[in-house]
């Protein structure tokens, strides 16, 4: 940890917090570690009796589960408590030269200095100014990169604007991939709401995360699953749930209401931006696709939707991506309409030669919808991330 100079006030930036805040985070992360270990271990019974034992088990599931809770929360404290406290001010010579140079676009700079966020070296630095209508954070963001030989873009928990109000912006390294989604999705025949659902998460930490949910059936019901669904996961992973955890706890809350909901499935797929490693979750989601020129991998799916049984069964799969490729994730009406056959689907993408995200979706979607005569007998979504290795001359 680096100790912050005279000139980085507490009130500038909110980062100079004591180090007995931060142990005392720590301790709260090994006392939630040591809970979970209370809750944790082996199934061991001594009843003899069928609904005894199954009693029994299914208590010590529901022990498992808050263990597991527990570790979560432990790991988020403790990563929160290195990323916050991971700063030190910078150069007096590079201090000055943003303080001058943005002075002459008419903008106050104060307390230049380095933030290491999620493993990720930021800028921040206070700014207002008086011009009118104020000046977009893109712009301060371009401006610094030519002025510090550096890539950066505007923090996405920083304001869009600069304006008279002094406020913190943070200025992070651009990552090494950039990443364009496309979408193409139809509604069952004689409905008027699909009950797919689709969102896309992007975080500090330079991840991208596309999740699909299809809920059972069609109509509005199939529509308040998928979305609940959607919902819920987006919130735990933006407090910094890791997948697989919030997976599992999204799936207890739907065994627990199996009477008043349906069992969608769940496709997560995470992309990292500066490393370029990609993860695929899947609870009942159909084959998904990854094409590399005419080169198309199949990320299998086989697993069963959510909420069907107390721990949720997770297809899990990763790679590295290699350049220019697309991953592609769809509803299992697409594949019903081509003949349920992920082997076609394959044929057909190897044949695309479409590099816009947007129309290798519609492409697809033509081609399901014209392999059942015009007919849409299910509801259908297709998600395509087109991902490129960002250029050195950018």
């Not at 263990?67 to 916050?84: C, D």
């Not at 921040?124 to 990169?145: F, M, P, R």
């Not at 370029?276 to 696709?289: D, N, P, Q, R, T």
Request: proline letters at 3%; hydrophobic letters at 35%; charged letters at 30%.
């Amino acid at each position: 940890m680096f100790l912050a100079e005279k000139d980085l006030k507490q009130q500038d930036f909110g980062l100079q917090i004591p180090d007995l805040c931060k142990e005392r985070l720590l301790g709260y992360a090994e006392s939630f570690r040591e809970l979970s270990g209370m809750f944790g271990g082996e199934f061991v019974t001594q009843k003899t009796d069928r609904k005894d034992y199954f009693r029994e088990h299914s208590i010590w599931e529901n022990r498992q589960l808050i263990s597991h809770n527990l570790q979560e929360i432990s790991k988020i404290m403790a990563r929160m408590a290195g990323e916050v406290f991971s700063y030190r001010p910078m150069e007096e010579r590079r201090s000055r030269k943003i303080i001058r140079g943005l002075r002459e676009e008419r903008i106050l700079a104060k307390s230049p200095c380095y933030i290491m966020k999620n493993n990720v070296e930021t800028i921040g630095v206070l700014l207002s100014t008086e011009q009118k209508g104020g000046i977009s954070g893109e712009y301060i963001a371009d401006y610094l990169s030519i002025l510090l030989h550096r890539r950066l873009k505007l923090s996405l928990s920083s304001p869009e604007k600069v304006d008279s109000q002094e406020r913190r912006f943070l200025f992070v390294e651009e990552p090494e991939y950039i990443c364009l989604t496309g979408f193409a999705r139809v509604v069952k025949d004689r409905e008027e709401i699909s009950g797919d659902n689709y969102s896309i998460i992007e975080t500090e930490k330079g991840k991208l995360t596309i999740l699909l949910s299809d809920g059972t059936g069609s109509g509005e019901k199939a529509c308040l699953d998928s979305s609940l669904v959607l919902d819920v996961m987006e919130r735990f992973l933006e407090t910094g749930y890791n997948p697989e955890p919030a997976i599992h706890l999204v799936n207890a809350a739907l065994f627990s209401k199996e009477d008043t909901i349906g069992h969608p499935t769940l496709d997560l797929c995470n992309i990292d931006l500066y490393n370029g490693v990609w993860e695929s979750y899947k609870c009942g989601g159909c084959a998904s696709f990854l094409k590399r020129g005419n080169r198309v991998r199949r990320i299998n799916g086989g697993s069963l939707p959510l909420g069907f049984f107390r721990q949720s069964d997770i297809c899990k799969e990763q790679g590295q991506l290699e350049g220019k490729e697309y991953l592609i994730l769809m509803t299992d009406g697409v594949l019903e309409a081509i003949g349920d056959r992920e082997e076609h689907m394959e044929d057909f993408l190897r044949g695309i030669t479409e590099e816009n995200p947007r129309e290798i979706a519609e492409k697809m979607m033509q081609r399901a919808i014209m392999a059942n005569e015009g007919h849409i007998r299910d509801d259908m979504t297709i998600v395509v991330a087109g991902i490129w290795e960002r250029e050195e001359n950018e």
